[in-house]
């Protein structure tokens, strides 16, 4: 499957975005589905995954939802209440037969990555 995400931007504390990521291929409900981000001078870390469950990591919990739509190959993370803290390079990834929990495993290898989009959240 390949990855195309789209809806960074410049925002403001406090403020939501919806970052989305099409894919194109087959077997899409079939794949494991996520977002990793990196900050400047930061490592790449994992921020939520959805296969049928949900997970996410602590950073983000109660304030990003991702969610996929399969009949439009389509995955979603919805990120409300932004910190300065959040702003990075946004990747969606995927990987075939993978639960959420497992694709936050650190160091996970995933099958496709999109090309990443970037959210500026200023103070």
């Known amino acids: 499957v390949q990855l195309q995400a789209s809806g960074g931007g410049l925002v403001q504390a406090g403020d939501s975005l919806t970052l989305s990521c099409a894919a194109s291929?087959?077997?899409?409900?079939?794949?494991?589905l996520g977002w990793l981000r990196q900050a400047p001078g930061k490592e790449r870390e994992f921020v939520a995954a959805i296969s049928v469950a949900t997970y996410y990591a602590d950073s983000v919990k109660g304030r990003f939802t991702i969610s996929r739509d399969n009949a439009k190959n389509m995955v979603y993370l919805q990120t409300n209440s932004l910190k300065p803290e959040d702003t990075a390079v946004y990747y969606c990834?995927?990987?075939?037969?993978?639960?959420?929990?497992?694709?936050?495993?650190?160091?996970?290898?995933?099958?496709?990555w999109g090309q990443g989009t970037l959210v500026t959240v200023s103070s």
């Open positions: 291929g087959r077997a899409f409900s079939s794949y494991g």
């Open positions: 990834v995927a990987k075939l037969f993978t639960s959420a929990r497992t694709m936050g495993v650190p160091g996970k290898e995933y099958d496709s």
